[in-house]
């Protein structure tokens, strides 16, 4: 999903998927973010950037995003609560100025 900001943040979106395992490995995700991250721009002729934050440890997640040309801006220690689990999370963005 796409969620747009508001306010301030009103030119910048965040990035949310999942995908169940059975079905990890074979560029789904890679393909759909990237059909996704196209059309928001898109759709959008304002947005300035769009942003995901997968947990740190998730590095499946977080080589999706950089194959689709998100950065890594940085870690947030222990930012969220999982399961109980204290995790870390990162925060990845593209800019519309990145794309092709």
Not at 3 to 25: K, M
Not at 51 to 61: D, K, L, V
Not at 69 to 83: F, P, T
């Amino acid at each position: 999903t796409i969620t747009r900001g508001q306010d301030v943040y009103r030119r910048s979106a965040e990035l949310g998927y999942w995908l169940a395992e059975p079905y990890w490995g074979r560029g789904i995700m890679t393909a759909a973010v990237a059909g996704m991250t196209a059309l928001a721009f898109a759709s959008y002729g304002d947005l300035l950037r769009i942003h995901a934050e997968p947990y740190a440890r998730n590095r499946g997640s977080r080589r999706v995003l950089e194959k689709n040309g998100y950065q890594l801006e940085g870690i947030l220690r222990q930012s969220v609560v999982k399961a109980g689990e204290i995790l870390d999370s990162c925060v990845y963005a593209r800019l519309r100025e990145t794309e092709k």
